[in-house]
């Protein structure tokens, strides 16, 4: 399904009046994104307002001017990182109408080319003794949560990730998360991040055709705080070619969590640019208590509205607390069950066989911390064979049953092709990502599904339709 041609432009999308412009919309604020870029031509325009920040292991930290080096070709490991920045700076493209242009292509971007915690925390500290000089405001953090240890629920205090983003939040930045692309994740980010979720647009501002996102987790993490705090598009977001292999298409497209926390922060220092008056925790209020609410949708968490939010500005208006109320099946209860759980795991006090037993419990929450967190991958074919039980007979809206799936696609044998080309008739987003990932781990021949957080299913079987014909001819 190409939408390059009928997709709005992003700005219009979150409601800005008017097109961004390039020399003014977001000047003189500095962005830590932490994700790599390389040189690239798409960058060039930005002279030295862009840097890259390495930290060795010796944690001798370097920054480097990337438009004083030699370009490079694109390539697969950087193209998460052009396509984030892309989003907050590229150049105009007046392809329609209407004009695309990055949110904030006057602003500084602090590259901080780093995943691992120590380094992070390093990298940090260094970057914010230039906080005057760059005008650091915000960081955004693009490394979901739950990922190193997929399931665990404990206190976001002992995530090494949070923690070494402290000295950010001390220095008072803004630290803008993405919330993830799976409701297989558990533990979300806490409540001193300005978490961001996503719903499907379906590339329209028009608030008829927004529709919530299956991929999106929600709901309260070990600390008991309800996560993400706000949505912002998802899918189909243009920025300028950005693949490794040369193509006439004038635009790629970015999405899920990363691409939606790069939108409000873009949104973010925008604002903080066009009104220097402004600071961080009332724009953050204003935006969070004007959202506004998807109308088919159950999540209690409001979607970006750019131009609600600076209408109340404009006119004074501080705003009640909008919210909705928060009902969910979770309870604490559920929540210390899941945290004692992991607890119990990784002390090692409990057994594979008792693990099985708290599958009784009724909290998804919990589920999940057994199945991603304790058994993880099955130990032999019976095994395996209950992991598909399971599978089947889950249900999909709490992640559950994905989390069987995820453990099932660790070790998948190639002799499993049959089960998991059945998937595909599910037409799932995240099932027909697992797929993908099955068959570039066992049949690097078979054509490539190629991936965008669009939960369309029409668009998931075209996008399919040629993994299926190889698999009738074979």
């Known amino acids: 399904m190409d939408k ?4 709005e432009p992003i700005w219009m999308r979150l409601g800005f009046p008017e097109a961004p412009d390039l020399m003014e919309s977001g000047k003189g604020i500095g962005i830590v994104i932490l994700d ?3 040189p690239h031509e798409l960058v060039q325009h930005l002279g030295d307002r862009l840097m890259r920040v390495k930290v060795a292991e010796d944690f001798r930290v370097t920054c480097e001017n990337i438009n004083r080096m030699e370009p490079q070709p694109m390539n697969a490991a950087v193209k998460h990182g052009m396509m984030t920045l892309q989003l907050l700076s590229h150049m105009p493209n007046q392809l329609t109408r209407h004009s695309h242009i990055g949110l904030v292509p006057a602003a500084t971007f602090i590259m901080l080319a780093e995943y691992e915690p120590e380094k992070i925390e390093a990298g940090l500290k260094w970057i914010l003794e230039k906080q005057e000089k760059w005008n650091i405001q915000i960081l955004l953090n693009l490394l979901v949560p739950n990922t190193r240890e997929m399931g665990t629920m404990k206190p976001t205090s002992k995530d090494l990730l949070v923690l070494a983003m402290q000295p950010a939040l001390q220095a008072g930045l803004l630290v803008i998360a993405a919330n993830g692309n799976t409701r297989v994740h558990n533990n979300l980010h806490p409540a001193d991040f300005l978490v961001v979720g996503g719903y499907d647009d379906n590339g329209y501002s028009n608030p008829s055709l927004h529709n919530a996102h299956p991929a999106v987790p929600w709901g309260l993490n070990a600390d008991g705080d ?4 706000i949505l912002a598009p998802f899918s189909f977001l243009p920025v300028p070619y950005c693949e490794e292999n040369a193509s006439n298409r004038i635009f790629s497209y970015f999405g ?3 691409g939606a926390a790069s939108l409000v922060a ?5 604002l903080l640019s066009k009104y220097p008056e402004m600071d961080i ?11 506004e609410y998807l109308h088919n949708g159950d999540i ?4 970006l509205n750019v131009a609600k939010a600076v209408e ?5 208006i501080e705003g009640a607390d909008s919210s909705k109320p928060f009902t969910s099946n979770e309870t604490m209860d559920a929540i210390m069950r899941a945290t004692s759980l992991t607890e119990w795991i990784e002390r090692d006090k409990i057994t594979r066989e008792e693990l099985w037993k708290h599958l009784d419990d009724e909290s998804p929450v919990v589920h999940k911390t057994v199945i991603c967190y304790g058994l993880r991958t099955p130990k032999n074919e019976m095994e395996r064979k209950k992991y598909w039980d399971h599978f089947h007979e889950g249900n999909g809206e709490s992640g559950v049953r994905l989390a069987w799936l995820y453990q099932l696609l660790m070790d998948a044998p190639p002799g499993e092709l049959n089960l998991w080309m059945e998937l595909l008739n599910e037409k799932d987003l995240e099932i027909t990502l697992c797929v993908k990932i099955y068959l570039e781990m066992n049949f690097r021949e078979a054509p490539e599904i190629p991936y965008l957080p669009d939960p369309d299913p029409e668009y998931i079987s075209m996008a399919t339709e040629p993994v299926r014909e190889w698999y009738v001819k074979n």
Not at 226 to 229: A, N, V
């Open 256 to 258: 899920g969590s990363c």
């Open 266 to 270: 873009g949104v973010c220092a925008h």
């Open 312 to 316: 109340q500005y404009l006119n004074g």
């Open 36 to 38: 790599d870029i390389i």
């Open 300 to 303: 209690p968490v409001p979607k």
């Open 281 to 291: 925790p009332y724009m953050k209020r204003l935006l969070l208590q004007h959202g």
């Open 4 to 7: 390059e041609q009928v997709v």
């Open 226 to 229: 309800l996560r993400p705090d």
